[in-house]
């Protein structure tokens, strides 16, 4: 039966504790516990939230083979397995409040070496259950010095109470094939954790949500230079001439009209808010609906893969095949 109350969504703009994956975690579930008491259904997190943006790569050269592997080390060290026990702790403040979550991490491939690190965004229930990742396909410019490409398997339009949930990571939303894909699978909700800001990122999610008719939710990091511990070499070698914010924020959310209900937030860690009518997830689709009468499967078609591609696979004897992970077998 579809959803007939009205229900509330959630931009969390904050910041991590910088490199600090407990602390971090600490940090999210208080959030996600605050959101909750303020009758929060949906609540998404910034971009890598945990345990933090890797904000070196825009600063340090390519070149700089050693500071970029004693960070690249460090977060690392701070970053997560899915699952694992910071899933475990996110989920248990989850389900206190019933609240969905989608939050940023920075994602090891526990599957293969356990040595390379996903651009991911994480999806919780209101149960505390992982309802599923999604690895970003495309690390932009400076981005691919730490994070692999995701394999596209994890393509997904999430089936809950309130509506139907997607997202995309950052500049994944410039990608049009990637957003039609979710149009077709039903979306409603979009969620675009980001670490961009200003213009014309923000004019891209009013594009994304009047394009696809959903509620697009878009947190981003407000990032302050004195976020960045003073035991990080790099923060007075590379950054001295940065005076203040690195990233103001800009989170917002847009409804499907296009039109921002809430923010952007500006140099400030703030929860924003924003009620949503379940007739807003449709009524709007009666002018566009890009996969519905807008679309024209006759004229244009898109295949997307979703197969998993897994770093490594085992031919049994008599032919048969296994996947392999990075435990091996027993």
């Not at 933090?52 to 390519?62: D, K, T």
């Not at 006759?298 to 049994?316: I, Q, S």
Request: glycine content about 10%; overall charge negative; some cysteine.
């Amino acid at each position: 039966m579809a959803n007939t109350e009205p229900f509330k969504i959630a931009a969390i703009q904050a910041c991590p504790e910088f490199l600090d994956l407990n602390a971090s975690v600490d940090k999210a579930c208080a959030l996600i516990r605050d959101a909750g008491k303020n009758g929060t259904h949906l609540a998404v997190f910034p971009e890598a939230f945990l345990p933090a943006y890797p904000v070196w790569v825009w600063f340090i050269p390519s070149g700089h083979t050693h500071p970029l592997r004693e960070l690249y080390s460090e977060l690392h060290a701070n970053s997560i397995s899915i699952p694992g026990e910071e899933t475990a702790r996110l989920g248990e403040a989850a389900a206190e409040h019933g609240v969905t979550v989608a939050i940023g991490v920075n994602e090891r491939n526990s599957e293969g070496s356990g040595s390379s690190l996903y651009n991911t965004l994480l999806y919780l229930g209101p149960d505390g259950s992982i309802l599923g990742r999604h690895r970003k396909l495309i690390p932009t410019a400076g981005e691919r010095m730490v994070w692999a490409q995701g394999d596209g398997s994890d393509l997904e339009v999430y089936s809950l109470p309130f509506g139907k949930l997607g997202g995309l990571l950052c500049w994944e939303n410039y990608m049009p094939l990637a957003r039609y894909a979710l149009s077709a699978w039903g979306e409603q909700i979009h969620a675009a954790p980001t670490w961009d800001r200003g213009e014309p990122w923000l004019s891209t999610m009013r594009h994304t949500a009047k394009e696809s008719r959903t509620f697009v939710i878009a947190p981003c990091q407000p990032f302050h230079l004195d976020d960045i511990p003073d035991r990080f070499a790099f923060k007075e070698r590379y950054l001295e001439g940065i005076d203040g914010w690195l990233n103001p924020g800009h989170s917002v959310i847009v409804n499907p009209d296009g039109k921002v209900i809430a923010g952007p937030a500006e140099e400030e860690e703030t929860i924003l808010y924003a009620e949503v009518q379940p007739d807003e997830l449709v009524g709007p689709r009666w002018q566009l609906d890009v996969a519905g009468h807008y679309g024209r499967p006759d004229v244009f078609e898109l295949v997307v893969h979703r197969r998993p591609a897994p770093f490594l696979r085992m031919v049994e004897e008599g032919g048969g095949e296994s996947e392999g992970d990075s435990a091996g077998s027993e």
